[in-house]
């Protein structure tokens, strides 16, 4: 079995806290964690499935680590891979940019051939637009983390995401083998 590559970029640590969340979730055995700074595009191509983790700046910014790499991201072939994506952002101060991030980056890489899975709902959030939101499905292209808002929420959604993106993934064992934490 082949592991997911999961890659994220964080400046104050929100985004590498979630990251290695999840991983304690999916397990060690499955995911092997890059942050985004330190990778090149080979690094991205070795891996079939993918989970990429991308925090929303200020008003609609891409996060600096990512920034840097979006040349290289734009280049990459996604054709056959599958790739999950989580973004954080703040929906009530930047609720016209939430997630925008997350979406700006799905784009991307569908438009290179990624299979997307892990789409999350978009109920129970209060946010004016995002580019991450699916128009007119009520799902956003990957899972929501406000850990500025809605903390007390994030341990329950990651629980909810994993154990959908495992059985999405094929994972072995599926839903069944991902850790309820109460982190």
């Given at each position: 079995m082949s592991k997911i590559g999961l890659f994220f970029g964080s400046d104050e640590g929100n985004t590498e806290g979630v990251a290695q969340r999840i991983v304690a979730r999916l397990g060690e055995d499955r995911v092997e964690i890059h942050d985004i700074a330190d990778v090149t595009q080979l690094e991205i191509a070795d891996y079939?499935?993918?989970?990429?983790?991308?925090?929303?700046?200020?008003?609609?910014?891409?996060?600096?680590?990512?920034?840097?790499?979006?040349?290289?991201?734009?280049?990459?072939?996604?054709t056959g891979k599958t790739v999950a994506l989580f973004g954080l952002g703040d929906q009530f101060g930047y609720g016209d940019y939430f997630l925008d991030a997350m979406g700006m980056l799905h784009d991307v890489i569908v438009a290179n051939g990624a299979n997307i899975i892990g789409h999350w709902p978009t109920e129970g959030y209060d946010f004016e637009a995002s580019k991450a939101e699916v128009e007119g499905q009520g799902i956003f292209v990957g899972l929501a983390i406000d850990e500025d808002q809605q903390e007390e929420m994030t341990a329950k959604r990651l629980n909810e995401w994993c154990r959908q993106i495992a059985d999405e993934f094929g994972l072995e064992g599926g839903a069944d083998g991902v850790e309820q934490l109460e982190d």
């Open positions: 079939d499935q993918l989970i990429f983790g991308i925090p929303t700046w200020d008003f609609g910014q891409i996060q600096s680590d990512w920034e840097d790499f979006w040349e290289d991201v734009q280049e990459i072939d996604f």
